[in-house]
């Protein structure tokens, strides 16, 4: 079973337009983190927000968390064609070590 | 390494043999994650590490399904009398083992079961 579900599914913009996307978990969480993936191979770390935070920002990236509601969101600002990709979000349910991940949202970046 | 790798990249196989699937961590990292991701779909836990040793391998899908590590190094995925449903993208991440550090992944071996 997948720990987290990301909404949307799929999320289609222009170039310049900000893209949100929602996180929700089932169980308590150390942390929580965002991937990216492209073409379908590896995934990189883009954010870790930790239970005790409830917003970070890493350049263009900002995540909230909201531990009571079980959900998280990542914003993208001033989206580029360069971050079409898949997101995910991730949790270690509590239990560290075995990170959990969500089926993702696709996000498809037009110019 | 300056990465993690995983080999082979590409793997196609006939139904009913056996694999074997190798990760390479980053050096010091004691965490090790094993992910299966069918085409288009979220990432499906494994197994994972910690040195040598397996805490968790609830996420295993059969008993066809093993994995080891050795030296708190490098690990091997193996899939015995594979099934077409093994097709997939088997992925391995590492890290440092601490609470509250982020995963880093390799590029994955496509497994075709023919």
């Known amino acids: 079973s997948q720990q987290g579900e990301e909404d949307p599914q799929a999320l289609s913009i222009q170039e310049g337009e900000n893209a949100t996307m929602n996180c929700s978990y089932k169980t308590s969480i150390n942390n929580l983190q965002w991937y990216r993936q492209n073409s379908g191979r590896g995934l990189v770390h883009l954010i870790l927000i930790r239970s005790n935070e409830r917003e970070k920002h890493s350049g263009r990236l900002r995540v909230t968390l909201d531990t009571s509601k079980k959900s998280s969101s990542l914003l993208i600002t001033a989206s580029r064609a360069a971050d079409t990709a898949s997101y995910f979000c991730?949790?270690?349910?509590?239990?560290?070590?075995?990170?959990?991940f969500g089926a993702g949202t696709q996000v498809v970046v037009t110019p | 390494g300056a990465g993690v790798s995983q080999s082979p990249s590409n793997k196609v196989t006939e139904k009913g043999k056996d694999v074997e699937l190798r990760c390479d961590p980053i050096?010091?990292?004691?965490?090790l994650y094993w992910y299966r991701q069918r085409l288009g779909q979220g990432l499906e836990f494994l197994i994972y590490?910690?040195?040598?040793?397996?805490?968790?391998k609830s996420g295993l899908p059969s008993d066809r399904f093993s994995a080891e590590r050795t030296g708190e190094s490098v690990s091997t995925l193996t899939i015995q009398r594979t099934q077409q449903e093994d097709s997939a993208v088997y992925l391995c991440?590492?890290?440092?083992?601490?609470?509250?550090?982020?995963?880093?992944f390799g590029q994955g071996t496509r497994l075709t079961v023919v």
């Open positions: 991730a949790t270690d349910g509590g239990s560290w070590g075995k990170l959990q």
């Open positions: 050096s010091g990292h004691t965490a």
């Open positions: 991440a590492s890290s440092r083992g601490a609470l509250n550090t982020e995963a880093f």
């Open positions: 590490f910690q040195g040598n040793s397996a805490p968790d």
